[in-house]
């Protein structure tokens, strides 16, 4: 079939080796914003090689945040790079796993497509992963599309995505298809030297599956010496000049500068014929992390604290309010479950300048929450409440301001007399956990006149993105109110509250959002409710 409808469009497939956790998203997603800064539409695809459909039914711990997409995708994390990095809004389809690759292949086969033929790995599945390929590529028309294969060359599970990507540089041409092998160059501490052996070995491996890489990027403490790039270019049969540093930086804006500074640009042009380069205002956004003059210090309180990549986007959101506001952002992950009365929360948040309370799931840590949220509202502690933030929020603010004292979350407590947060309505009825909640953009209706919607540029209207099954019961809707809280933004037919404010004589900075505000937030623009909560500390 691919030989029927191919692409005319180029591709860049980004692999690794030696290690996971190098960094690939961010060296693909680095790679397509200096093309992109050439003027040409960059479109990334992520495959991975796990059967789950897509990350929404996986523990944050276990494969860290999940992203979600304007459409309601739920993707992995790396998608959040490529939105940061490109300035795209990425869609559900460009996130293939093998859960969906196998899912169609199951019904073409039912449908009778391979009538007569045994339906196997090689041709039919790495036929329809190619196809998936150039459906996007064409239906986006896209200048270059960038596909980054999940995991370590060599893994199992990615082979099939390996042997497609192969396989597109003889359906399509080889001066349409770039390879670029993100390794690791190890430093031991005994002999202090940079070494190229893993490098080479993992090249080995991709040469082995018939791709030659014309790019190796080396991610090392240090820029990489003359002597490996020879080393590595000799060994492993590429151009000295198209090995690349990717070295260890404490922020990941830095990295297409880098790239760049390496010389990146110049291979990309040899090898596709396309300009690329960085954009002068990132430049510049990047150089004031060098010159931070204030200094805050945000507590994160929830329960994925081993794994700071759970929280990854709105660790990302933090750094954008750091190049915009020149603060130095230290971030201290608070776990609620060891928070049991307002003493342990005043310890806990010595020298914190505001608080975050991020979304979450399941009732573990949640009364320690509580406590926070009564502690940042009593105490006038800039507060910032995102998804079951704001639902703790208000619950907090229902038992402790409005006297409901069994005010209660129903995921946590089903049997509440008082369920201030409740089940929305839609969700009743819903037995599946993959791909079932409110996800995805959905728009409020924005109160004029309230620090919200001043924050957002006083729009009338703004869009966010969600994942959540629970809402703001209606029923106490007038209650919160008359005892002070404001609604600041509302679902378009008034029913579900999407954004929530204390007043401002009352306390600097109590805000909270059903949505995720950090998915949408930007270097070049920071999402307004973490630049409101930033500036709140920096004011104070
Ligand atoms: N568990 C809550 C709900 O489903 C909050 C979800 C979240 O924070 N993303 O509504």
Wanted: net charge neutral; glycine share 10%.
């Amino acid at each position: 079939m691919p030989d029927k409808k191919k692409s005319n469009k180029k591709f860049i497939v980004v692999t690794g080796g030696v290690l996971s956790g190098l960094g690939k998203g961010v060296a693909a997603a680095s790679i397509g914003n200096l093309i992109t800064n050439a003027g040409l539409k960059v479109v990334p695809i992520k495959c991975d090689g796990y059967l789950n459909v897509d990350p929404g039914t996986m523990n944050p711990t276990e494969h860290g945040e999940v992203f979600v997409l304007d459409d309601g995708g739920e993707v992995d994390m790396d998608f959040g790079h490529y939105e940061r990095f490109l300035g795209v809004t990425c869609k559900f389809g460009w996130s293939v796993t093998m859960g969906k690759v196998y899912e169609q292949i199951r019904v073409k086969e039912r449908r009778g497509d391979y009538l007569g033929k045994t339906v196997q790995l090689i041709p039919h599945v790495t036929d329809l992963i190619k196809q998936i390929f150039y459906d996007i590529a064409n239906q986006e028309d896209a200048d270059v599309v960038i596909i980054e294969i999940g995991g370590t060359i060599g893994d199992i599970e990615n082979e099939l995505f390996v042997e497609a990507c192969r396989q597109l540089k003889r359906d399509i041409g080889e001066d349409k298809v770039m390879y670029a092998h993100l390794t690791y160059i190890p430093i031991p501490s005994n002999v202090h030297e940079q070494k190229s052996k893993p490098t080479q070995q993992s090249v080995a491996l991709l040469r082995e599956r018939g791709i030659e890489p014309n790019i190796v990027i080396g991610r090392c403490s240090e820029y990489l010496d003359e002597k490996i790039k020879d080393k590595i270019s000799t060994f492993c049969d590429i151009e000295k000049k198209a090995v690349i540093t990717g070295l260890d930086v404490d922020s990941v804006y830095k990295i297409p500068i880098i790239f760049s500074e390496e010389g990146i640009n110049e291979i990309i042009k040899e090898k596709l014929g396309i300009n690329s380069g960085v954009k002068p205002e990132w430049k510049q956004l990047v150089g004031n992390l060098a010159k931070l003059d204030k200094e805050v210090n945000i507590a994160i309180c929830g329960k994925y604290t081993k794994l700071e990549d759970s929280y990854a986007s709105i660790v990302e959101a933090m750094r954008h309010c750091s190049a915009n506001l020149k603060a130095k952002i230290h971030i201290k992950m608070i776990d609620t479950e060891k928070v049991k009365n307002q003493e342990d929360a005043s310890n806990l948040l010595k020298g914190i300048n505001g608080v975050i309370v991020p979304g979450g799931f399941g009732s573990r840590g949640v009364e320690g929450k509580i406590q926070v949220i009564q502690y940042c509202r009593e105490n006038n502690m800039p507060f910032l409440g995102i998804c079951l933030g704001l639902q703790l929020a208000t619950v907090e603010f229902a038992r402790n301001v409005c006297g409901l004292k069994n005010a209660n979350h129903a995921e946590m407590a089903p049997d509440t007399k008082e369920p201030v947060i409740d089940i929305l309505p839609e969700q009743k009825k819903i037995t599946d956990k993959g791909g079932t909640m409110r996800l995805g953009a959905y728009p409020a209706v924005m109160k004029e006149k309230t620090i919200i919607w001043e924050l957002y540029g006083k729009q009338k209207q703004v869009s966010e993105r969600h994942r959540h099954r629970y809402e703001v019961n209606p029923e106490y809707h007038k209650g919160l109110l008359d005892n002070g809280m404001i609604f600041s933004g509302m679902s378009p037919d008034g029913k579900l509250v999407e954004f929530i404010e204390l007043p401002k004589q009352k306390h600097k900075y109590f805000v909270g959002t059903q949505a995720h505000p950090e998915l949408k937030s930007k270097l070049e623009k920071p999402g307004p409710l973490f630049y409101g909560l930033i500036k709140a500390c920096i004011e104070k």
